[in-house]
């Protein structure tokens, strides 16, 4: 079993940014795609952003290419979402979700992962 924690969400202005985490615990992420997804309140689950560990392939929604960036950290065992430029439409509770395994076909749908944390609110204000 793996537990994901995420951390980091808050509330900050348009134009600013925040940083996100997601801590894995009961495994390490090695051989592991980790993904970003959010939902903001009346709106189904939307994929963000997804690394796979070995490798670290990167892929982005297109709302958020340029302005957010995926990393990892194996010493940690931790997964980061920076992001900057944060405009309204970003207001959403993020999730951090983990697949055990490469699914670079089909990182952009959430039926492929496994594990998902309880998620952090980022609250974007004009």
């Known amino acids: 079993q793996v537990q994901l924690v995420e951390s980091g969400g808050g509330l900050v202005q348009a134009g600013g940014s925040l940083r996100l985490s997601c801590a894995a615990s009961?495994?390490?992420?090695?051989?592991?795609?980790v993904g970003w997804f959010r939902q903001a309140p009346g709106k189904e689950r939307e994929f963000v952003a997804a690394?796979?560990?070995?490798?670290?392939?990167?892929f982005y929604a297109d709302s958020v290419k340029g302005r957010f960036t995926i990393s990892r950290d194996n010493a940690n065992n931790t997964v980061y979402l920076q992001m900057n430029s944060l405009k309204p439409e970003d207001t959403a509770v993020y999730y951090c979700?983990?697949?055990?395994?490469?699914?670079?076909?089909?990182?952009?749908?959430?039926?492929?992962?496994?594990?998902w944390g309880q998620g952090t609110q980022v609250t974007v204000s004009s």
């Open positions: 979700a983990a697949a055990p395994r490469d699914i670079s076909g089909a990182y952009y749908y959430y039926d492929e992962y496994d594990y």
């Open positions: 009961g495994r390490t992420f090695s051989s592991y795609t």
């Open positions: 690394i796979i560990w070995s490798g670290g392939s990167t």
